[in-house]
């Protein structure tokens, strides 16, 4: 069983979720969207750990309690970790660097997305839901994607911003000062703006 979201839904679910949250979030001056808090308002705790050796999976959405391997960098082998049920797990190497910061937040917010949209799908399965860059996206993930974007860079703000930063400045390097204002990758703001053809 899967559940299908439109693009307007997932918009509808990221507005619902910021307004719930501080309204000024979804209306207000751009800023950046205060991920982590958003994610322990749902009740959901963070856990940062390395989840691969090589890197491969960057976030887990745990539905169920049970064990998950997480490498250890100090052994240099792979141990289970305990995890309750409501747990995003984020590889800690995303902490390491602050070039790191927009992969980190958007990790975050795909994970939350998991869990807003998801959990019905999941829970009671023994599955997680896991992001790993450079895989064939399942609709699951390209759903998890739009409201991580949706939730980070909410639209009213984005066009806010583009309105106000858009004069004097090249593609380039409006994506370059948008993607700082609202603490993103240059790679998420463009796709957010071309998306809604800003761009």
Not at 30 to 55: M, S, V
Not at 62 to 77: K, N, P, R
Not at 146 to 154: Q, V
Not at 182 to 187: D, G, T
Request: proline share 4%.
């Amino acid at each position: 069983m899967r559940k299908y979201y439109t693009e307007p839904m997932i918009e509808s679910i990221a507005r619902r979720v910021l307004d719930s949250y501080d309204a000024r979030l979804y209306r207000g001056q751009p800023c950046a969207i205060p991920i982590e808090d958003l994610i322990e308002r749902h009740g959901l705790t963070l856990e940062f750990q390395y989840l691969r050796k090589n890197g491969r999976i960057l976030g887990k959405t745990i539905f169920d309690c049970g064990l998950e391997a997480v490498y250890d960098m100090e052994q240099g082998q792979y141990t289970l970790f305990p995890v309750k049920a409501g747990t995003i797990l984020i590889d800690a190497s995303l902490c390491e660097e602050e070039a790191s910061t927009g992969r980190l937040r958007f990790t975050e917010s795909h994970e939350l997305a998991h869990w807003i949209m998801h959990k019905g799908l999941y829970t009671g399965t023994g599955e997680s839901a896991a992001l790993q860059p450079a895989v064939k996206e399942t609709d699951m993930e390209v759903q998890a994607n739009m409201l991580g974007s949706a939730l980070l860079m909410p639209m009213p703000m984005v066009k806010r911003c583009y309105y106000q930063l858009r004069g004097g400045r090249d593609d380039q390097t409006l994506v370059h000062d948008m993607a700082e204002v609202f603490q993103v990758s240059r790679q998420a703001m463009r796709i957010r703006l071309v998306n809604h053809r800003l761009m």
